[in-house]
Nanobody, 130 residues
Framework: QVQLVESGGGSVHSGGSLSLSCAAS????????MGWFRQAPGKEREGVGT???????TVAYSVKGRFTISRDNAKNSLLLQMVNLEPEDTGMYYC????????????????????????WGRGTQVTVSS
């Protein structure tokens, strides 16, 4: 089992910045891929970015150049630095820990939520006002 706890959400105006953190505990040696997903009201959960144990990242086109994902394997933590935030970035942001490295590829993101060996945090809210 893996436990994930997100922190760092908040409310900012358009153009502002926020940083999110995710602390992982438990069977962290089994984690091959970590990532951030978000869900806006009335919409499906979507991938924001993922990172594997070697530090290779995949970032969604909609946030490329504005969001940076990083990982500290020694501290079992995941970070998401967000700049130039837009109202469209509003949503609940969830941390993912996946045992299967395939979820580091964006083609698999759409199946991540329902996969039995994936772990999710409870989420942290990000609100961007115009």
């Amino acid at each position: 089992q893996v436990q994930l706890v997100e922190s760092g959400g908040g409310s900012v105006h358009s153009g502002g910045s926020l940083s999110l953190s995710c602390a992982a505990s438990g069977d962290t040696d089994s984690i091959a891929c970590m990532g951030w997903f978000r869900q806006a009201p009335g919409k499906e959960r979507e991938g924001v970015g993922t990172i594997d144990r070697d530090g290779r990242t995949t970032v969604a086109y909609s946030v490329k150049g504005r969001f940076t994902i990083s990982r500290d394997n020694a501290k079992n933590s995941l970070l998401l630095q967000m700049v130039n935030l837009e109202p469209e970035d509003t949503g609940m942001y969830y941390c993912l820990a996946a045992k299967d490295r395939k979820f580091c590829y964006s083609a698999w993101w759409v199946t991540a939520e329902g996969h039995e060996s994936n772990y999710w945090g409870r989420g942290t809210q990000v609100t961007v006002s115009s």
